[in-house]
């Protein structure tokens, strides 16, 4: 069964640079949410999309945003990339009123 | 708010040992979701089981088996006769129903060690 992918999985970007992460949901899943996951930490809301609209919005910084498109498939970009923002990045998608969200493999992202 | 608690911060036992995850949640919300993942050292997030707020029934499966407790607000995780391959990360999440989609808090994560 086709699940979540993310690309790419693992990146490498200097301070101050920016980052483009993205993920396809599972076929037919409408639903998009993002997960940030720090060294050592457990992984923290940024945002979720439900047809192409934000639905939710968590501890996002204001140098990320992140949008889905008509296919559904999402982008988060980061902009003034921070040391602290090396971390990975989980995709989950899910359906409207699903009870569970499947999760990619995550984006590793070390910011140096 | 919403909060899961896991206060074991890491476990080592030997393998074949039972081990016992715990987990503590609180919530203002009649219906919601309880979630178990494992994390091993690859990263991935592997889901291992759901239960609903309205389902106490206890679930076995294999060597894995959970014990829901409404009244304590506990969704604990047992691994009987532990083998190396457990290793990993083991994280409880809540969901927060939010118009039929699912936002997931989570614990803080346990780790651990089964040793051979």
């Known amino acids: 069964a086709a699940g979540v992918i993310q690309s790419p999985r693992h990146l490498i970007k200097e301070k101050r640079e920016t980052a483009t992460l993205k993920c396809y949901p599972i076929p037919r899943h409408d639903t998009v949410y993002w997960y940030q996951q720090g060294p050592g930490q457990d992984p923290q809301f940024l945002i979720s999309f439900y047809e192409k609209m934000q639905s939710d919005k968590g501890s996002i910084p204001d140098r990320f945003s992140a949008q889905q498109f008509s296919d559904y498939h999402s982008e988060l970009n980061m902009s003034s990339l921070e040391l602290g923002d090396s971390a990975l990045y989980f995709c989950?998608?899910?359906?409207?009123?699903?009870?569970?969200?499947?999760f990619g493999q995550g984006t590793r992202l070390t910011v140096v | 708010a919403q909060k899961v608690t896991q206060a074991q911060t890491e476990i080592s036992v030997v393998e074949k040992e039972d081990v016992t995850l715990d987990c503590v949640y609180e919530?203002?919300?009649?219906?919601?979701?309880l979630f178990w993942y494992k994390q091993p050292p690859s990263g991935e997030l592997v889901f291992l089981i759901r239960?609903?707020?309205?389902?106490?029934q206890n679930e076995i499966s294999g060597r894995y088996s959970w014990n829901f407790q409404k009244s304590t607000s506990s969704f604990n995780f047992t691994i009987t006769a532990s083998q190396v391959v457990d290793s990993a990360v083991y994280f409880c999440?809540?969901?927060?129903?939010?118009?039929?989609?699912?936002?997931?808090?989570f614990g803080q994560g346990t780790r651990l060690t089964i040793n051979p």
């Open positions: 989950a998608s899910s359906n409207q009123g699903g009870t569970e969200a499947f």
């Open positions: 999440a809540l969901s927060e129903t939010l118009q039929g989609a699912q936002k997931l808090v």
């Open positions: 919530t203002r919300d009649t219906t919601y979701y």
């Open positions: 239960r609903n707020s309205f389902d106490e």
